[in-house]
C-alpha cells in the first residue's frame, strides 16, 4: 500500500531534505506523492525542491511544490465559509474584515496540510514537520493500526501533557477507548486543579490536547469529513489551542477516534528536533528565535548519513 506524505516549509530546506532523507531510508517504498507546502520562504528556497538534483534524488516518490498566497506562520487564518462553533455574530462583526480583507484573507490552501488533505489520492497521509529523524519504520506500524481499525481517524502520539493540567487524572490507553477524566475533555482548565469535577470552563480552559502532528498519520476520508462538520482544519492555529488541537477537540465532539501508538518506544522510531531544538524556535517572526539554525551542519549531516553533496544543487 503507498501513502502520500504532507510537510509544511518555511526556511529549512536542509532540514526538510534531510527529515525526507532519513523518511525514505525506511518506507521509501511505501510512499508516491510528498506534498511541500512553503510558507513564502522565498523563491530560493522553493528552487532547491524544485532541483533536478532532489528530484532525482527522490526518484520515484513525486514531489509537490506549492507556495502559499500570504504567509501565515504561527498565527490563525480566517477562511470565509468556515466558521467554527466559537464564532458568533459577536466574533464576526468584530472581525469580519480578517475573512474579506485581500491583506489578510488566505487561501484555504495556505494552511499548513490542507493543500494535501485536498488533492491525494491515497487513503491514507503521513503528516510531518521539518525537523524529524527516523530511524525505524513507523509509517509500517500507522498503517497497520489503521488498517486493523477502520473506525480510526488519526493515529501517532497523544501530546502536549506538559501543558494540561488533567495530566495527573487521565491515562492515555483508558484516552483512546474513550474514558476522559472530564465531560469537559479535551477542553481543559487553565490553572491547576485538584480533581477533574471542579473543572468550569467559564473560570478559563485551554486545549492542548491532540495526536501531536509532527509525524501522524490520517485517514484522508475522515480527517476531510472531521474538517466540514466542524469547519475547522487541522493545520490551522485556533484561540487556546496549538496547530491540530481545536481540530481534534472538535473532532471528539463528533466521534473521532483516535490511537496513540508507541507510547515511550516513539524515540526508537523518530526524534523530533534532533538538532537540539524543535519548531519555529529559530524565527523570530515565526518562534521565540532562541535557537541557532546551523544549515552547514545539516548539509555536513546529509553527505555522511545520505551520500548526497549539496553542491550539487545548484550544478
Known amino acids: 500500500m503507498k501513502i502520500d506524505v504532507a510537510i509544511n516549509s518555511y526556511k529549512k530546506p536542509e532540514s526538510l531534505i534531510y527529515t525526507l532523507m532519513s523518511l525514505k531510508q525506511i518506507a521509501g517504498d511505501m510512499i508516491d506523492t510528498v506534498y511541500i507546502n512553503d510558507d513564502c520562504s522565498g523563491k530560493e528556497v522553493c528552487d532547491i525542491y524544485r ?3 532532489v528530484r532525482e534524488y527522490f526518484k520515484p516518490w513525486k514531489l509537490d511544490v506549492r507556495e502559499n498566497t500570504h504567509s501565515i506562520g504561527i498565527k490563525q487564518a480566517y477562511i470565509r465559509g468556515y466558521y467554527p462553533a466559537y464564532m458568533g455574530w459577536k466574533f464576526f462583526c468584530k472581525r ?5 480583507s485581500p491583506k489578510y484573507g488566505h487561501n484555504r490552501f495556505d494552511i499548513r496540510y490542507q493543500y494535501a488533505l485536498e488533492h491525494t489520492d491515497k487513503k491514507y497521509m503521513l ?11 513507523v509509517v509500517q506500524v500507522y498503517v497497520t493500526a489503521l488498517e486493523q481499525n477502520p473506525e480510526l481517524t488519526i493515529v501517532g502520539q497523544l501530546g502536549q501533557c506538559w501543558l494540561c493540567h488533567f495530566s495527573k487524572f487521565c491515562n492515555k490507553q483508558e484516552l483512546a477507548k474513550g474514558r476522559f477524566p472530564s465531560k469537559y475533555w479535551p477542553q481543559t482548565p487553565s490553572k491547576e486543579i485538584k480533581n477533574p469535577e471542579e473543572f468550569d ?11 501531536n502532528e509532527w509525524c501522524c498519520m490520517v485517514n484522508v476520508q475522515k480527517a476531510n469529513e472531521i474538517t466540514q462538520k466542524t469547519r475547522t482544519f487541522f493545520g490551522n492555529m485556533y484561540p487556546h489551542a496549538d496547530t491540530a488541537a481545536y481540530w481534534f477537540a472538535e473532532g471528539i465532539r463528533y466521534g473521532l477516534k483516535f490511537g496513540d501508538l508507541l507510547s515511550n518506544e516513539y524515540k526508537e522510531y523518530y526524534n523530533h528536533g534532533w538538532q537540539g531544538f524543535s519548531g519555529h524556535s529559530v524565527w523570530v517572526n515565526q518562534g521565540k528565535g532562541q535557537s541557532v539554525y546551523d544549515a552547514n551542519m545539516i548539509i555536513s549531516q546529509i553527505e555522511k548519513d545520505f551520500g548526497f553533496k549539496w553542491s550539487q544543487i545548484k550544478g
Open 51 to 53: 532541483s533536478e538534483a
Open 201 to 211: 470552563p467559564k473560570k478559563g480552559f485551554t486545549y492542548p490536547c491532540r495526536i
Open 96 to 100: 469580519w474584515w480578517r475573512f474579506f
Open 127 to 137: 503528516i510531518l514537520h521539518d525537523d524529524i529523524k527516523f530511524m525505524k519504520n
